[in-house]
């Protein structure tokens, strides 16, 4: 009985090596780093700043801006660990780096201003004053989307909405809509920005109260350099933002024909 016993567990043990083995090297995020030197031109940094014009803090909305960093001293993909006081300073707040993945900041909407993030650091033969690198800095709109909905609705849903052509790099930025109600929602494509009137699907069979929700998404800076042996350390290896701003309009959707469809919006 004994051996029968040991010959089971022998052979479940050998069945549930490779499954354990699998688990341990499977998922994971990119190994973090602790690298000889976190000057600009070695480091990478990726950005998503996230408009939510609705948001109950702010008075006109708020934006978290999200940064990742990682070094171009290692070629596999890494994330830095920080351990000489660096920090961010973006727009107001301060973010102190260490052994994060993403380090996130909530500010308030910058309308007709800039949105800035500046790098702070210390070089290894002057440890005590600090150095200062600005990692992006680009315009924001001149004002919120405040998407409308025309009325009445009979087919194809139009909105209006204010465009951002001051936003740095604004010809790349697009729009999408989708219309919601409670027995169902319109998605609409996504498209360049354009004029000021934003066209989606079909919205007819919408009924009851509901919203619009638009989304404007922008890549405002984007770039790679290929550093030279002798780079002052002044720009950052690359930078990539991606910009979105969100508003919402609520509607009260009716029925093509309804006696009442002209004037709910």
Known sequence: MRSTRI?????????????????????????PVTPD?????????????????????????????????????????????????ENVHCNGSIMTLG??????????????????CVYHYFLHNDPHSPQ??????????????????????????????????????????????????PNQSASGDTVPQSGSTYTGSDASG????GNIVMTRSCIPISYNHDNDADDTGLTFAAVNVTYTSTASYEVSWVPPGSPTQGTNS
């Open 7 to 31: 010959r089971y567990s022998i052979v479940l043990f050998l069945w549930l090596v490779p499954i354990v083995l699998n688990a341990c090297s499977s998922g994971g995020s990119d190994p």
């Open 132 to 181: 200062i690198a600005t990692i992006f800095s680009f315009h924001a709109a001149q004002h919120p989307l405040s998407p409308v909905l025309h009325r009445p609705v009979s087919g194809n849903f139009q909105v209006q909405y204010t465009p951002g052509p001051t936003i740095t790099h604004s010809s790349n930025c697009t729009v999408q809509v989708t219309a919601n109600a």
């Open 37 to 85: 030197t976190t000057i600009p031109s070695t480091l990478q940094v990726t950005v998503t700043i996230a408009e939510d014009q609705e948001a109950s803090d702010g008075l006109n909305g708020k934006s978290v801006i999200t940064l990742g960093f990682s070094t171009n001293e290692i070629a596999e993909t890494n994330t830095v660990i920080f351990t000489h006081g």
């Open 206 to 209: 919408l009924n009851g109260l």
């Open 99 to 116: 052994n994060f993945i993403n380090y996130w900041s909530r500010v308030a909407i910058p309308y007709g201003f800039l949105y800035t």
